[in-house]
């Protein structure tokens, strides 16, 4: 083990998006983190395994039937030796399996219990179903993205589930266990995307109450609404972004767009905001992506294109950064942030459910025979 992290141990209860994303920063950073998966194998909960799943990678898998006296046992047990565990059940799911906060902190008083929902594990909604969008839609941000006069366009589930969930979940596990070095006790994170994205969003909703704000999609200035900041096509039917929001930055976006000597309306005049965007458009179409690259190449503009996935792997900054990190026959994004001294590192792709059950289970103090008696009863595979 490599990182920050090294010495932290961590059980994950096997979910899909934010909480696995949890996971896998913690582990990145050289927290060892046991995933605990369905004994019946991969089911719709389980990631897929191999090089290709990234938020399964730098843990083992043991596969447990939650649902069986002996396999819920047998997560309270390594709960004793645990900093702290990861579940994304909806509200009262895992006191069910008797494994919630009270099963755990009857072992263990330290344990920090990171709880990753949606709506959050109180309020009218907590018990509801839901997705990403669906918990972005609640937060007011979802309503502010998209074009104008068109309808909300989801963010991937980049806003919701890992930036305003998975993010969030670690950013608490890691504050409690800190707080921890003084109490010396465990505490619940609740931590819902709904919070996340909301907090994510509080420039916006600081602007928008203020009265700067407007509803009108598209009409502002970090929404597509500005000219000078937002995407344009280019001849090749490829993408620019511009984000030109200060006034040297501005100016030299004319000057490249041959507009420098021409007597413009002011840059915050949202008035003449509309008619310049159509300006724009019609110039940066006169020029494929890679000709305005060109163009924009050592000036103080604020542009880059827009890439594909494909072509983000292969541009110089990422690949003299490292951005992506040649793995097992894939490029995952490497570990991070990064740090001086202490850095993570890729250790291990995404394990099959179940791969490392009884090597971890050994590790973790439970004895040959146990483990006979637990795969007997079904209780783990």
Sequence with gaps: MTGPLKGLRLIEIVGIGPAPFAAMLLADLGAEVIRVDRATGRGPMSGSGGPFDFLG????????????????????????????LIEGFRPGVAERLGIGPDDCFARNQALVYGRMTGWGQEGPLASEVGH???????????????????????????????????????????AALH????????????????????????????????????????TNLLDGGAHFYGCYETRDGKWMSVGALEPQFYAELLSCLGLGEEDLPDQMDQSAWPAMKERFAAIFETRTR????????????????????????????????????????????????????????????????????????????????????????????
């Design 57 to 84: 990678r730098n843990r083992r898998s043991i596969a447990v039937d939650l649902k069986h006296a002996a396999g819920a046992e047998t997560v309270l047990r390594l709960a004793e030796h645990a900093d702290g």
């Design 132 to 174: 990403d969008l669906n918990y972005l839609a609640l937060t007011g941000v979802l309503h502010g993205i998209g074009a104008e006069g068109g309808p909300p366009v989801p963010p991937l589930n980049v806003v919701g589930d890992f930036g305003g969930g998975g993010l969030w979940l670690a950013f608490g596990m890691l």
């Design 179 to 218: 707080e921890r070095r003084e109490s010396g006790r465990g505490q619940v994170i609740d931590a819902a995307m709904i919070d996340g994205a909301s907090a994510l969003g509080a420039t916006i909703h600081g602007v928008s109450q203020m009265g700067y704000w407007r509803e009108e999609r598209g």
């Design 290 to 381: 890679d000709e305005w690259c060109d163009v924009f190449a050592g000036r103080e503009v604020c542009a880059a294109p827009v890439l594909t996935m494909p072509e983000a792997l292969e541009h110089p900054h990422h690949e003299a950064r490292g951005t992506f990190v040649p793995f097992e026959g894939a490029r995952p994004p490497a570990p991070g942030p990064r740090f001086s001294r202490t850095p993570g590192a890729l250790r291990s792709v995404a394990a099959n459910p179940g791969e490392h059950t009884d090597e971890v289970l050994a590790d973790w103090g439970f004895s040959a025979d146990e483990l006979r008696q637990l795969r007997a009863d079904g209780a783990i595979s």
